[in-house]
T-cell receptor, first 115, second 111 residues
Framework: NAGVTQTPKFQVLKTGQSMTLQCAQD?????MYWYRQDPGMGLRLIYY???????DKGEVPNGYNVSRLNKREFSLRLESAAPSQTSVYFCASSGAGPFVNTEAFFGQGTRLTVV | GENVEQHPSTLSVQEGDSAVIKCTYSDSASNYFPWYKQELGKGPQLIIDIRSNVGEKKDQRIAVTLNKTAKHFSLHITETQPEDSAVYFC??????????FGGGTRLMVKP
């Protein structure tokens, strides 16, 4: 079972460059999420998509955009990367809605460094 | 909004000993408390969760306790093994809101 698949696994960007992180899930889940993980700060929600065609801001959305391409895919875009966006990014999905108390399944993460 | 504090940030134990990780939360409306384990190079994975209508839940060597009055919950791992070494995250959630994670605890089990 693939579960949640993220690409790429590692990326180095120069300040000002743009890139898109890709995420796909094969569990037929309605809800998908993008988190960033920084030392000592746990996982913070960037954006989420409750269902195909909808996206909403999370706790730390500034500097990011997202696209829910279809039910399987949810991408995260950095239009002009900044050193403060150096982090590990995780995509996740859940079968129920984002406001339901249910398990979230995470991808393996993308380690992004902005120099 | 919800704020979750997690302690300690690092924990080192001898194999076979017990490990306890504690979390406090601020929103008294929170009613769902999952724990995630993150192994090196992998994404977090749910290991156990508890809902506010119970005070304790066990799954083999893992247990979670919840004290709603004090707004804190804890993860207990007994008879620790090297494969328990990982980063553990607690989280809290209330109905209609998103999951809020603690800062994480790096557990090291020494053989």
């Amino acid at each position: 079972n693939a579960g949640v698949t993220q690409t790429p696994k590692f990326q180095v960007l120069k300040t000002g460059q743009s890139m898109t992180l890709q995420c796909a899930q094969d569990m037929n889940h309605n809800s998908m999420y993008w988190y960033r993980q920084d030392p000592g700060m746990g996982l913070r929600l960037i954006y989420y998509s409750a269902s195909e065609g909808t996206t909403d801001k999370g706790e730390v959305p500034n500097g990011y955009n997202v696209s829910r391409l279809n039910k399987r895919e949810f991408s995260l875009r950095l239009e002009s990367a900044a050193p403060s966006q150096t982090s590990v990014y995780f995509c996740a999905s859940s079968g129920a809605g984002p406001f339901v108390n249910t398990e979230a399944f995470f991808g393996q993460g993308t380690r992004l460094t902005v120099v | 909004g919800e704020n979750v504090e997690q302690h300690p940030s690092t924990l080192s134990v001898q194999e076979g000993d017990s490990a306890v990780i504690k979390c406090t939360y601020s929103d008294s409306a929170s009613n769902y408390f999952p724990w995630y384990k993150q192994e090196l190079g992998k994404g977090p994975q749910l290991i156990i969760d508890i809902r506010s209508n119970v005070g304790e839940k066990k799954d083999q060597r893992i247990a979670v306790t919840l004290n709603k009055t004090a707004k804190h919950f804890s993860l207990h791992i007994t008879e620790t093994q090297p494969e328990d070494s990982a980063v553990y995250f607690c989280a809290a959630k209330s109905a209609g809101n998103m999951l809020t994670f603690g800062g994480g605890t790096r557990l090291m089990v020494k053989p």
